[in-house]
């Protein structure tokens, strides 16, 4: 039987931020979204690509003599050039560069060894009340690996949880309700223009996703990355609590009530936009105040459904 792979772009151990207690979060490759925020955005193409920090590189021309493509070269006036369309992501260079001026993101991992890593932690979980969570990117681009490290971090008695930009087939999200414990879903806008115009999609599949997870009796969080300019009036975030109360009354009596979480946008990104090689379409944004945050939570609040923001 052939392995079950996955390509994952990190594992952050003792992570606090992506569900209850202490959790190893890992980060899938990969995301149907483009979201020009993206804090990730190491995580948005679903295949291995290769870092460049010139801030680091010593110029000891390791790279160059090492690339089969031609893509490490240092020019005839000495600069240093890294030529990514002829590069193959076949991480050689990165082996041979000691400065960590360069680093190969995405890695293919097998299902075993990504298990006894999660597996590593168990201690940390079971004092805290922690687990695993599938992040990425989007765990869902890659169902099957997704589902299978689930069910086997299930088998082993850990808490579970996925966060998803619901942006898939419902039927991926379904095969894993058995072996998910809590869900963590992203949800941007209810426009259907205006989350098209920020995050490259419609939201169609993703509110028909979250209303059929609301009708099951799993936890349930929706996040919404308050993002300014995209969705951050007291009017859009209003609307959106709206919705989430609409699910809550729609929800069995055994279900928890779902909660909504507000996630300022922050501007930590850029060094790795540059270091991809790409535009970092949210560079000149500023982020929300703590203010303008307490205001949209006291929006969203007004329905008595339970918010928080970070
Ligand atoms: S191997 Fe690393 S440090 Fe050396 S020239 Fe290449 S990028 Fe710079
Ligand atoms: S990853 Fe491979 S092809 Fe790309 S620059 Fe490095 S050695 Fe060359």
Redesign the pocket.
């Known amino acids: 039987m052939p392995q079950i792979t996955g390509l994952v772009f990190n594992v952050q151990r003792f992570s606090l931020h992506d569900g209850p207690g202490i959790r190893t979060t890992v980060f899938l490759k990969g995301c149907p979204l483009h979201c020009f925020w993206c804090h990730n955005p190491e995580g948005l193409h679903p295949w291995p690509e290769v870092q460049f920090f010139p801030g680091r590189?010593?110029?000891?021309?390791?790279?160059?003599k090492v690339c089969p493509q031609g893509a490490?070269q240092f020019l005839a006036d000495g600069s240093?050039f890294y030529d990514r369309v002829r590069c193959a992501q076949c991480g050689t260079?990165v082996e041979?560069?000691y400065?960590e001026?360069?680093r190969l993101v995405g890695k293919r991992v097998t299902l075993e060894e990504t298990l006894l890593e999660v597996l590593a932690d168990r201690a940390f979980y079971e004092t805290s009340g922690g687990g695993v969570t599938l992040s990425g990117g989007e765990p869902f681009l890659q169902p099957v690996f997704t589902r299978a490290l689930l069910a086997a971090c299930k088998v082993e008695g850990l808490h579970t949880a996925v966060e998803t930009s619901a942006c898939c087939p419902w039927e991926a999200m379904e095969a894993v309700l058995p072996v998910t414990d809590l869900w963590m879903v992203d949800i941007k806008h209810l426009d259907a223009e205006k989350h098209r115009q920020a995050t490259g999609v419609s939201n169609r599949q993703i509110l028909e996703n979250i209303r059929r997870l609301a009708e099951t009796d799993r936890p349930l969080t929706l996040r919404v990355p308050v993002v300014p300019g995209v969705n951050d009036t007291p009017a859009e975030i209003g609307a959106i609590a709206e919705f989430v109360h609409g699910l809550n009354l729609r929800r069995g009596p055994a279900a928890p009530p779902i909660s909504l979480e507000l996630l300022p946008f922050h501007r930590l990104a850029g060094e790795k936009y540059r270091s991809l090689g790409m535009d970092d379409a949210a560079a000149e944004l500023t982020p929300p105040s703590a203010e303008q945050m307490a205001s949209l939570v006291a929006a969203a609040s007004l329905l008595s459904i339970r918010v928080t923001s970070r």
């Open positions: 590189c010593v110029g000891c021309g390791e790279c160059e490490q240093r260079c041979v560069c400065a001026s360069l």
